[in-house]
């Protein structure tokens, strides 16, 4: 039976959860994968059925890549992803608060948003609005998974 190996393109499934068993992302259907699972259309579009890359073209997590090599089809390992080498740690100063007045008069931030904001460097951030006051809005530019360390069940299934 052939074993992958880096250049191979295969096809896994995954499953990547966080610490507390949350699941973030996966191949499978599951039973979070519903109208509330975060999908961005109406009814659930999470993406079932497995994923296609080319081992070594840093096409997902290296490590998970990595793993794959030496694996022959129907074989499951599991990969712990430290926080440090997924999203990064969580970095308080990533956390900063604008005025009320920097923020454009049709948006009305809520707690949970997402926005893009351009800063004073003119580089634009993805944020996440933490806290809304009457004098301004604390801002969270860290990567929603950021100090979180991921585990993925993969299993490889077929080296194409």
């Not at 109208?35 to 296609?52: N, R």
């Amino acid at each position: 039976m052939a074993l992958a190996k880096k250049g191979d393109k295969v096809k896994i499934n995954f499953t990547g959860r966080l610490e507390d068993g949350t699941i973030i992302d996966t191949t499978l259907e599951h039973e979070d994968c519903s109208d509330d699972c975060g999908c961005d259309s109406d009814g659930c579009d999470c993406e079932v059925g497995p994923m296609e890359l080319t081992i070594g073209e840093e096409e997902f997590f290296g490590q998970i890549e990595e793993a794959l090599v030496g694996m022959a089809p129907g074989e499951k390992k599991t990969v712990v992803i430290p926080a440090a080498e997924a999203f990064g740690e969580y970095d308080e100063e990533q956390v900063f608060t604008i005025g009320r007045d920097q923020v454009p008069a049709d948006i009305t931030p809520e707690i949970g948003q997402e926005l893009e904001f351009t800063d004073e460097d003119g580089e634009e951030l993805e944020v996440t609005v933490v806290e809304v006051g009457d004098e301004g809005i604390t801002l969270d530019a860290n990567h929603p998974l950021a100090g979180e360390d991921l585990t993925f069940e993969v299993e490889l299934v077929e080296i194409l």
